[in-house]
């Protein structure tokens, strides 16, 4: 399966998407293969993929070298978490905002001013000398990759047509992305021990060195016809909303949940999150389609991203914990059991599509999800004997290949069936998920392996809560998705 070359992309309108065949992602009706990539469509997938791979990356990349980073730049222990939080806060706070905007106003500018934010940003990081030029290069590259991922992944749904052609895509975008997070925890250890942890976030500006100067020839511009005004009350609001939920979870991820600034935080976060949905209900021209947002492929399909992403990132830091704490291996170690798992997620990626194409994006989301949570429950077989390391490789590993379905039968399922001109908005709601997902799963899950002094009971507790809502948004999503099709 490719991409039709016949028409190559204009250089100044997306490719109008064909309409949305009922039976082309619900049913398992074989699909029509696509004519192979051309050059020009390879170039296209790399730019936009590159960029995707980059932002993975920097949310892992700097977790192992955050002891030695601390210690050179003077930063305390409880400071350090903002290294994490000073990114994590602008990426998914400015995701809707970034998306919506660049459907009114162009993606690939959007696109372009992101990148360009981002080698900068990550540039500052590294020559950075003290912690509040660190800092603020974090916060930049954090702003730089809200503006990348909803517009990079809307240029690549309005340029690749809705079938197996976008299929594919997405299914190299998902790869990517669950390696590069997956890649950044190895690849941290190895700069950080021999180049110093400054090269973590060289690296980051020379990804962006490399793509920028390809991205203006080879992207198409697009935005939608009408040049509607900008929801300005609900940008605020849910931008609001989303900095202040991420950063309670950030910090209760860290320091527990029963700080003021935490619980203050977390309030806020729900309130102004509470008055968004409202202002978008009256608003002429809302940020957040509410008729969108009811479509059943969009709630549900986000619903399974949601878990599958906030439930394998608590997997992967409880198991962290315990392959160093209780069986003692060293963290270049651990970096193989997850690198074992990047690797099968690799191998996942090439066959979800043509499982998509074969099977449709609501069955394959069904048992992906089914399959992540049966694997995460094998775990809890881990005991303190070393044979648990193999355990442990072949389970998250196993359970990763589902996730990697999951991720990828989400995205197709949210933006199939979705016009041009909201794009920004569809694929702004799967990035935000993403995003979500990455942050509240670790402080959700993860306080449950840490608080007690058995950490082995903990790291157990947390795989049995996170298998059993796993299986549970399984029956739901496999619920939900059906409903609409008997509609």
Known sequence: ?????????????????????????????????????????????????????????????????????????????????????????????????????????????????GLALFGLASLLATFAWDPASF?????????????????????????????????????????????GFTVGMVLGGVLTDTLGWRSTMGLLALFALIVLPLAPGLLPESRTPERPRLDIPGAVTVTGGLLALIYSLSTAAERGFGGMDVIVTLVAGVLLLAAFGYI?????????SLPML????????????????????AVIFALTLYLQEVL????????????????VSVVAGIFAPKVIS?????????????????????????????WSVWLATAGVSVASMFHLGAIISYGVTVTSGVPDEEQGLATGLVTSTQQVGITIGIPLLGVLATTGTDLLAGTRTVLLVDAAVVLVAAALVALGLRTRRKG
């Open 358 to 386: 074969r099977f449709g994006a609501h069955r394959t989301l069904v048992v992906s999800l089914l399959g992540q949570g049966l694997f995460i429950a094998a775990l809890l077989g881990i005991d303190e004997g070393i």
């Open 294 to 313: 009811r479509r059943r492929t969009v709630a549900w399909g986000n619903l399974g991203g949601l878990v599958t992403f906030s439930m394998m990132s």
């Open 328 to 343: 003692e291996l060293s963290a270049f170690r651990t970096g193989l059991v997850f690198g074992v798992q990047g690797v």
């Open 1 to 113: 399966m490719a991409i039709d070359t016949t028409t190559p992309p204009s250089t100044t309108t997306a490719p109008p998407a064909p309409q949305a065949q009922p039976q082309s992602h619900s049913q398992s009706r074989p699909q029509p293969s696509a004519p192979k990539l051309s050059t020009r469509d390879k170039l296209v997938l790399f730019v936009l993929c590159a960029a995707q791979f980059m932002v993975a990356l920097d949310f892992s990349v700097l977790n192992v070298a955050l002891p030695v980073l601390g210690a050179d730049l003077g930063m305390s222990q409880s400071a350090l978490q903002w290294a994490v939080t000073a990114f994590a806060l602008p990426s998914g706070g400015f995701l809707l905002l970034f998306g919506r905007t660049g459907d009114l106003f162009g993606r690939r500018k959007l696109f372009l001013g």
């Open 135 to 179: 800092l603020t290069g974090r916060a930049l590259q954090g702003v730089g990759a809200a503006a990348i991922v909803p517009t990079g992944m809307s240029l690549l749904t309005t340029t690749f047509p809705e079938g197996p052609q976008r299929d594919r895509a997405l299914g190299i975008s998902g790869t990517l992305l669950s390696l």
């Open 280 to 288: 978008e209900s009256r608003a002429a021209s809302p940020l957040v």
